[in-house]
């Protein structure tokens, strides 16, 4: 991929003056908070790991797995910084080259926010990524092929964004991951003797591709169809051109335009770093179970109201059961079913024997906490198969329940994740203080593409409004419904739609350059990610 029209400025842009101040030097003080910010971040972390394995009375036999343990939490949380000084342009060019904000002020005042966003985060967006991985490795996550997984999938979302960023490429944190994450499938299934397709979720990966797919189009479209109505409303001709010199835009647009920074940056926290939170808890899940596999601080009603939900939902799956049993385990009859998604004659049998063996380990023990270490990993693989099950069992229509029986199910899998899918507190604060300061490092090749080379000539405010509000709503929608979008697919393409509703034109060049590296990004990061997982699964 050429990057030879990376290399250019704006053809036809106004004087240079225009042009914002990018090199602000660092200070002392800068250099010392970061540092103190960094250390501080390390330091709760060990910490709260630390405390974690002690009061779950993790026996230590061999140094190997906290060493895993350590060097995969360090990856994991290298992927979210590269992904937080990669993506830093979709919040702050905007206010950059509008002269809203200086630069140096403009990238600290993101960071912060993306902080925000990430302390902030639902959850949902994790174990949304996590439920793309293949069954088997989740299960066995603790295992070499697990670490296999983990390694191989963020050391080549890691290398691509590298490279993407190096030539000033704004590409996708999120398509890299999920090719990163359907590479390890596919070459999971075929190290397996399978025919590649068996490895994926891709009901999962077709709503989430699809998501990826429709964000740019939606920045596109809307960010012009906004820019035309705004031309409307506000004839005032000065927020159609170019800024005069370094001149800052009215007070209302600088406001509306650093309000929609601070959202682009809250809401890019808030849903690419959930992708690290998620990552980290499954490294977490297969090193140390006894701390992390099941939620061991529920609230007291929590118990009572899983026993309750699981016992009304094993009356559903039992009344669909017709009355048959399974001898023997019934593990494997419902991975089979996960993995094929067809209700055959033993779906429902096996499923409510699992359910109910569910019940009776939360009956036996009372509480999660009080789950012995040898059961732990077990009592969490269940609870994650039964989870699965039940997801796709609601999305099939051949399952034949009623209103009143999806309602009973939904309750159920509800209480099963509240149980297996939660996220500490110190891993939402790593997992920000990594994106937060990336967020502060790095910057400037992006910017100045998104800025610069996409348009042919300098944004205007009405322009870099109408961008950000469009990528802001956009991925808060996204945040809300669990959907993981590219934030920088978003923002450059409501650039490019502003561009194209302003008749201010596109450098064809780049935007081609952006396209490729837009359908690069999938496939590249297949072939990297299966590639690395067969070598990684020979040495581990």
């Not at 990376?6 to 540092?35: E, M, Y």
């Not at 964000?215 to 800024?243: C, D, H, M, Q, T």
């Not at 682009?264 to 499954?282: R, T, Y």
Request: include cysteine.
């Amino acid at each position: 991929m050429s990057d030879v029209a990376l290399n250019g400025g704006l053809a036809g842009a106004g004087t240079p003056s225009s042009k914002p101040n990018l090199d602000h030097g660092t200070s002392t003080i800068t250099v010392f908070i970061f540092l103190a910010l960094l250390a501080g971040g390390l330091f709760f972390t060990a910490y709260s790991l630390y405390q974690d394995i002690s009061a779950a009375e993790v026996p230590v036999t061999t140094w190997l797995p906290l060493l895993m343990l350590g060097v995969a939490l360090l990856i994991a949380l290298g992927f979210e910084f590269v992904n937080g000084f990669h993506d830093t342009a979709n919040a702050v060019a905007t206010v950059i080259y509008t002269h809203s904000m200086p630069a140096n002020v403009a990238v600290l005042w993101s960071g912060f926010f993306n902080f925000l966003g990430v302390l902030l985060s639902t959850g949902a967006v994790a174990f949304g990524i996590i439920s793309l991985l293949p069954v088997e490795l989740i299960l066995q996550v603790g295992s070499s092929a697990g670490f296999a997984m983990v390694f191989a999938l963020l050391i080549a979302a890691i290398i691509w964004n590298l490279g993407t960023w190096w030539l000033g490429l704004p590409s996708s944190s999120s398509h890299t991951l999920i090719g990163s994450i359907i590479g390890v499938g596919v070459a999971n299934s075929l190290l397996h003797g399978g025919n590649g397709t068996s490895g994926v979720d891709w009901g999962k990966a077709q709503e989430i591709g699809t998501s990826l797919l429709v964000s740019p189009l939606v920045g596109f479209g809307f960010a012009a169809l906004l820019l035309l109505i705004l031309k409307f409303v506000l004839r005032n001709p000065a927020l159609y051109k170019e800024p005069e010199g370094k001149q800052p835009p009215p007070w209302w647009i600088r406001g509306l335009l650093i309000l929609t920074c601070t959202g682009v940056s809250f809401a890019h926290g808030s849903n690419d770093g959930q992708k690290g939170m998620g990552l980290i808890m499954l490294i977490l899940i297969g090193t140390v179970p006894m701390a992390y596999a099941l939620n061991r601080t529920p609230a007291p009603t929590q118990i009572v109201e899983f026993k309750a939900n699981a016992a009304a939902a094993a009356t559903v799956i039992e009344k669909q059961a017709s009355g048959y049993n399974v001898l023997g385990n019934p593990r494997p009859a419902v991975e089979a079913y996960i993995s094929a998604r067809t209700i055959n004659e033993g779906t429902y049998p096996s499923l409510a024997v699992l359910v109910r063996e569910i019940s009776q380990q939360v009956d036996t023990y009372g509480t999660l906490d009080k789950v012995p270490a040898g059961a732990v990993s077990n009592v969490r693989n269940d609870m994650y198969l039964a989870s699965e099950a039940l997801r796709f069992l609601l999305k099939d229509k051949a399952n034949n329940l009623q209103p009143d029986e999806v309602k009973a199910i939904t309750a159920f899998k509800g209480s099963l994740d509240k149980a297996t899918r939660f996220i500490p507190l110190w891993v939402k604060v790593a997992v920000a203080i990594a994106l937060g300061l990336g967020t502060m490092i790095g910057w400037k090749r992006i910017v100045v593409t998104v800025g610069e080379k996409i348009g042919k000539t300098h944004l205007t405010y009405a322009q870099g409004a109408s961008a950000e509000l469009v990528a802001m709503a956009t991925i808060g929608a996204a945040d809300a419904y669990g959907l993981p979008v590219s934030t920088t697919h978003v923002l450059s393409s409501g650039v490019a739609g502003t561009m194209a509703a302003n008749g201010s034109g596109l450098q064809w060049a780049t935007v081609r350059n952006l396209i490729m590296a837009w359908v690069l990004t999938l496939p590249v990061s297949v072939v990297l990610a299966g590639s690395l997982y067969f070598v990684f699964s020979k040495v581990f």
